[in-house]
């Protein structure tokens, strides 16, 4: 059973940090695209940041948001992706989820691109 479960999130301050961690069980994702995607209250799920496949290279993407301050990575051999985020700002509050999809070499970070999602973890940036 494929699952993904996230990690990480938490009440920061304004300018604050956080690493949110996404480890995946029942499938190994060398040959998944993965990503994080976000949903705030009232508001669609959108992209925040996603990477293709690493035998395809796993070129990334990010929303212009969250450009300069949010990096995506991946560590195969723990099959855990993670999200780090620096400078964190009010309106980066929202539940973050984890996705992945086999076989996609340079995801576009929209939400019908992915069908294995995680639960969610939230993330409040507020003084």
């Known amino acids: 059973q494929l699952q993904l479960v996230e990690s990480g999130g938490g009440l920061v301050q304004p300018g604050g940090s956080l690493r949110l961690s996404c480890a995946a069980s029942g499938f190994g994702l060398d040959y998944y695209a993965i990503g994080w995607f976000r949903q705030a209250p009232g508001k669609e799920r959108e992209g925040v940041s996603c990477?293709?496949?690493?035998?395809?290279?796993?070129?990334?993407n990010y929303a212009e948001s969250v450009k300069g301050r949010f990096t995506i990575s991946r560590d195969n051999a723990k099959n855990t992706l993670y999200l780090q985020m620096n400078n964190l700002k009010p309106d980066d509050t929202a539940v973050y989820y984890c996705?992945?999809?086999?076989?996609?070499?340079?995801?576009?970070?929209?939400?019908?691109?992915?069908?294995?999602w995680g639960h969610g973890t939230q993330v409040t940036v507020s003084s």
């Open positions: 990477m293709g496949s690493s035998n395809s290279g796993g070129g990334t």
């Open positions: 996705a992945a999809q086999p076989f996609i070499n340079r995801p576009m970070c929209v939400t019908e691109e992915f069908n294995y």
